[in-house]
């Protein structure tokens, strides 16, 4: 069974950076395809970012980029993603996923962290 477990949430003030990881077990990290969910509260979970499974490829949700940077360390059975010029708009739970079979927008990820709260005040 794949255990995901994020860390690195947090308050932070606006402009800020947070950087969250994901820690895999139960299966070999390189193995699992990669995304990050938030919801914010009376919203959609929506998907942020994802990236395959060597790390060679990465999508963005549009509100997201040139702000986020998603990567992995195989070797560590890490993921991670970098937050920089953090808005208040960003704050929401972001959920860890993983999925054999399928990486990138419109997967139903099999695996699931159980999230960390990030908070950016203005």
């Known amino acids: 069974q794949v255990q995901l477990v994020e860390s690195g949430g947090g308050l932070v003030q606006a402009g800020g950076s947070l950087r969250l990881s994901c820690a895999a077990s139960?299966?070999?990290?390189?193995?699992?395809?990669m995304g990050w969910f938030r919801q914010a509260p009376e919203q959609e979970r929506e998907l942020v970012a994802a990236?395959?499974?060597?790390?060679?490829?990465?999508v963005y949700a549009d509100s997201v980029k040139g702000r986020f940077t998603l990567s992995r360390d195989n070797t560590k059975n890490t993921g991670y993603l970098q937050m920089n010029s953090l808005k208040p708009e960003d704050t929401a739970v972001y959920y860890c996923?993983?999925?054999?079979?399928?990486w990138g927008r419109g997967v139903n990820y099999d695996y699931w962290g159980q999230g960390t709260q990030v908070t950016v005040s203005s």
């Open positions: 996923a993983a999925d054999t079979r399928r």
């Open positions: 139960g299966r070999t990290f390189s193995s699992l395809a």
């Open positions: 990236i395959n499974w060597s790390g060679s490829r990465t």
